[in-house]
Nanobody, 127 residues
């Protein structure tokens, strides 16, 4: 069983930066880990994904060039560095994971690809 815990959310002004952390427990080798976000009244949106160990990275068009996903495999931690934040980035951010075979079989940006989810951390960007 894999458990995921997000941290690092908070409030920041537009143009600022935040770094989110996802800490995993359980077996996550040969897994992929992703960040999603959901704002009130909006659909859940994939933000980024990294393939554990292999390092392949994926980004949504809305964050590419501003956000960076990275990992520390030994510590079972994945980070999302968010720069040049705008109010449109305000949302609850969720960490998600799945065994790699399931990741390969699914679409990286589809929530149903991921088996495990964290509880989320709130990011609020003010103008």
């Amino acid at each position: 069983q894999v458990q995921l815990e997000e941290s690092g959310g908070g409030s920041v002004q537009a143009g600022g930066s935040l770094r989110l952390t996802c800490t995993a427990s359980g077996y996550v080798d040969d897994s992929c880990l992703a960040w999603f976000r959901q704002a009130p009244g909006k659909e859940r949106e994939a933000v980024a994904r990294i393939d554990y160990g292999g390092g392949n990275e994926y980004y949504s068009n809305s964050v590419r060039g501003r956000f960076t996903i990275s990992q520390e495999a030994a510590k079972k931690m994945v980070w999302l560095q968010m720069n040049s934040l705008t109010p449109e980035d305000s949302a609850m951010y969720y960490c998600a994971a799945s065994p790699y075979l399931e990741c390969r079989a699914g679409t990286w940006s589809a929530g149903e690809t991921y088996r495990y989810w964290g509880q989320g951390t709130q990011v609020t960007v003010s103008s």
